[in-house]
């Protein structure tokens, strides 16, 4: 395949994005079910088109054709096949295919299973999601060309970044954009009803199945890439607060409120203009991650790209779509009408306290990420914002939140009664009050609050299965009453009990990776040993390893674990041949959640090295608890309620098995 | 803590604009509970980018925390016992030594660009206790590739002076 093909594609693809722009909201407005009818087979024609280039650009990397430059830049004859498939999104203009590839796949599957959505609220959706299309794909076309060729082409490529030639770097990014992007749908559907005037409950019930499958990806990439740099960095850390990393929590905080305040608009139609403007906000924080991730204006890893050009595009982007449907949010938002009234003390009034510091901390981090930038700017000087910041300002945040999220879920709708739930929750007090007790009994040293932190945490998870107990009535009925009870309660609180307990096991696993771990660094020779948190362990050599594209200098060392056998630890300094550049390859053992964690420094000429031993306590505990979070999103997702989407005669039937809620 | 602050109203006896009011407070109180933090947290954990010449021409106070920037001189770095280094970081007009102690990131060398964090002794020699090169080979960090065009060592659009980085066709 030539990847002239792929450019023209692009270019066609542009055209048909630009025809769904306008047609389908040019028959809206005239009433035109004719016009209106165009958007679902462009937008499917769209997304061939765009994947036709996708696939033509992918060729090219697997035949490893070095006249395109991109594949010159990024892939190399003698990588794994894998590595050169993720070097087509592991590279700047390829990411950006990859973005628009997930975008025209939304505004696909709109077309093809939006069936039950009102004619104008889909012509209207589609259109908005051709905006975005267009502006993407011109973006890409006049920036950032993947197909671009050099003559005469070279015979080798310059290889991808080794940090990037990892698996889990691999499947980070699209899990990533699947989020980022699909959080344009619950974007597209807001600015869609503000043009329309018409926003009701069913209208949260279309939006709450998009922003669960955004936010479960979301969910799943931010995870991933936290494991990434935790083993493959070297350092032991596994959030940084990098500003790249913050650019994706930032659009996770407002989609989980998001998530949280569509349940009171879908429920009791309460809460609907801020429903709306968070749609707004988490898909312009979406698009601020890309323009912070995209222009190079920060420094990272992830920057491919220092083009002004390119930056001033996307800002450009940023300030037209987001200025423009605040503009529309502030003209039109006012019309909405409010219903629902609701006490302060009932779940509505829970939910509004969930949306409140999420968003605060969203607006914390978005102070810490862009105030280095802004100062700079205004007055040039270069201040870094460290981790105490946002371990300040995060952390106290979040405490409230999660001592209220148990709570919400035994409030009443409309008035709620805190003594009567408060008694409800006795054994989730109890286990708190256990659970520290044990931890300050058990533990030496650590901080004075973790064995605190590790009873809120308990708290969280016990009052999460609290939830489902209560709603069965487990012990309380006959346990066939209960199993039947627990059969007929919907998915949607199975999927939110089991995402809330994920946030308790989360936590447990900080709490005993920050405040327990332990950390040692020694110079080792061959012979020498070293004990970390009672383990013995021995460097028996140094051995040079030639690997595929790299070579590995590998530290062997034997662990003994109370005098017994416990297998052998290979970190290795590791150095891509094509690059010449070194990375740091740590080893992990892994005992029941907890793991033990060595990392090598430089070897000396005298034949010794440095290596770092962690024990982290728990720590696996913090990518099971996003695990848990997600298979409670995906419970949630499987709801019948959410799969028939708009009320619809058969909804009936569905009711009445079921108990109601 | 819940919903501290409310008062627990078991018998609805709130009017309309009494639960508007009390949602408004809410919000108030948690804006400004987070205002606060924001405030209180930036001022304590804020560091200075500084080069060598700034350190030189600031005629900055010893004891201060800050990060200093620049490329590892050639030829500076001494490794001691017990993994001590030594090094000069150098912005082309002024340097200054730097020793630390640990393992250095993976693309610490000399001719590099790297930026350290830690205080500046009294004979302005700086004690770093963290070096940061989490920077990919291609580019520079940006403080250090900013202060070096200042110095005039390095203009906009050559590419980074490090022996590693492929030119970038136009």
């Known amino acids: 395949m030539s990847p002239e093909i792929g450019h023209f594609a692009l270019v066609l693809g542009l055209a048909l994005a630009l025809v769904q722009s306008i047609v389908p909201i040019w028959g809206s407005r005239r009433g035109d079910a004719a016009l209106m009818g165009t958007a679902p087979p462009v937008a499917l024609g769209q997304f061939f088109f765009v994947a036709l280039a996708f696939a033509t650009l992918t060729h090219a990397y697997l035949v490893s054709d070095f006249s395109v430059e991109n594949v010159f830049q990024n892939s190399h004859s003698t990588k794994p096949l894998i590595y050169k498939i993720s070097g087509v999104w592991g590279n700047h203009e390829g990411s950006m295919v ?60 310059r290889d991808l970044n080794p940090l990037l030639q990892d698996v889990g770097l691999a499947i980070h990014p699209p899990l990533l954009y699947l989020g980022y992007v699909g959080f344009s749908m619950s974007f597209a559907f807001a600015v869609a009803a503000l043009i329309d005037g018409k926003l009701d409950a069913a209208w949260a019930r279309w939006v ?80 601020l991650g890309t323009f912070l991730v995209r222009s190079g204006v920060l420094t990272s890893v992830h920057a491919f790209a220092v083009d002004p050009e390119r930056g001033v595009f996307i800002l450009a982007i940023l300030v037209a779509f987001i200025g423009g449907s605040l503009a529309l949010y502030a003209w039109r938002a006012p019309t909405l009408k409010q219903g629902g009234l609701f006490a302060p003390v009932s779940r509505e009034g829970a939910l509004v306290l969930n949306n409140l510091f999420l968003t605060a901390s969203c607006a914390a981090v978005l102070v810490g990420t862009l105030y280095p930038l802004a100062l700079e700017t205004l007055t040039g000087a270069k201040i870094s914002v460290g981790p105490p910041f946002f371990n300040w300002t995060f952390g106290p945040l979040m405490v409230p939140l999660m001592i209220a999220m148990v709570f919400g879920p035994f409030l009443a709708w409309k008035r709620g009664d805190l003594l009567a739930v408060a008694q409800r929750l006795t054994l989730a007090f109890a286990a708190a009050i256990l659970a520290t007790l044990v931890a300050y009994a058990v533990t030496t040293g650590g901080p004075v609050m973790a064995p605190l932190f590790v009873g809120l945490a308990a708290y969280v998870i016990v009052g999460a299965l609290l939830d489902i107990a209560e709603r069965i009535q487990l012990f309380r009925a006959p346990a066939a009453t209960s199993l039947a009870r627990a059969r007929g309660l919907p998915r949607s609180a199975w999927g939110a009990a089991i995402a809330h307990a994920g946030v308790g096991v989360m936590l447990l696993g900080i709490v005993g990776e920050t405040a327990y771990k332990q950390e040692t660094i020694v110079q080792m020779r061959p012979g020498d040993s070293v004990q970390v948190a009672g383990y013995d362990i021995t460097l028996q050599g140094l051995v040079p390893v030639q ?83 997600m298979l409670g999103g995906v419970l949630s997702l499987s709801d019948r309620r959410l799969r028939v989407g708009a009320p619809k005669p058969s909804a009936r039937r569905a009711a009445a098995m079921q108990p109601a809620e | 803590m819940t919903t501290t602050g409310t008062p627990v109203f078991v018998r609805g006896g709130m009017t309309r604009k009494q639960r508007r009011l009390t949602l408004i407070g809410i919000a108030l109180a948690v804006l400004g509970l987070a205002a606060g933090l924001v405030l209180y947290s930036l001022s304590g954990s804020i560091t200075l980018f500084q080069s060598p010449t700034d350190i030189v021409e600031k005629n900055l106070q010893p004891g201060a925390r800050m990060r200093l920037g620049g490329l590892v001189e050639a030829g500076s770095v001494r490794r001691g016992q017990n993994m001590e280094v030594a090094f000069t970081v150098t912005d082309g007009r002024n340097s200054i030594p730097v020793a630390y102690r640990g393992i250095l990131p993976d693309l610490f060398r000399e001719g590099q660009g790297v930026v350290t964090e830690g205080v500046l002794g009294p004979d302005r020699s700086f004690r770093a206790d963290s070096v940061l090169a989490r920077h990919d080979e291609n580019y520079m960090p940006k403080e250090v590739a900013d202060s070096l065009k200042r110095q005039g060592h390095w203009k906009p659009g050559d590419p980074a002076p490090n022996p590693n980085a492929p030119a970038r066709s136009p």
Not at chain 1, 99 to 107: A, D, E, G, Q
Not at chain 1, 110 to 123: E, I, M, W
Not at chain 1, 594 to 610: E, H, K, M, N, R
């Open chain 1, 98 to 157: 990859l973005w628009v590839l997930i975008l025209t796949l939304f505004s696909a599957l709109v077309a093809l299973f939006g069936r039950n959505l009102p004619l104008t609220l889909k012509a209207n959706v589609l259109a908005v999601q051709g905006w975005i299309t267009a502006a993407f794909l011109l973006f890409i076309l006049k920036t950032s060309n993947p197909f671009a060729r050099i003559t005469p082409a070279p015979m080798e490529g």
């Open chain 1, 208 to 287: 709450r199945p998009w922003t669960l499958v955004a936010w479960i990806f979301l969910t799943a990439g931010i995870s991933m890439g936290s494991y990434w740099a935790y083993y493959e960095l070297g350092w032991g850390g596994w959030w940084f607060w990098d500003p790249v990393e913050n650019a994706s929590l930032m659009p996770w905080l407002a989609g989980t409120a998001l998530l949280h305040s569509a349940i009171v608009m879908e429920k009791r139609e309460a809460l609907k203009v801020w429903t709306v403007l968070l749609a707004i906000l988490t898909f312009s924080l979406s698009l």
């Open chain 1, 547 to 629: 690997g595929p594209n790299y070579r590995d200098l590998v530290a062997r060392l034997t662990v003994r674990e109370g005098g017994v056998d416990a297998g052998t630890l290979a970190p290795a300094k590791r150095v891509y041949t094509a690059r010449a550049m070194p990375t740091t390859e740590a080893a992990l053992k892994t005992r029941g959640v907890s793991q033990l964690y060595v990392s090598p420094g430089d070897a000396s000429t005298d034949g010794s090295i440095a290596l770092r031993f962690f024990y982290k306590p728990m720590v696996l505990l913090i990518w099971i608890g996003t695990l848990v979070m």
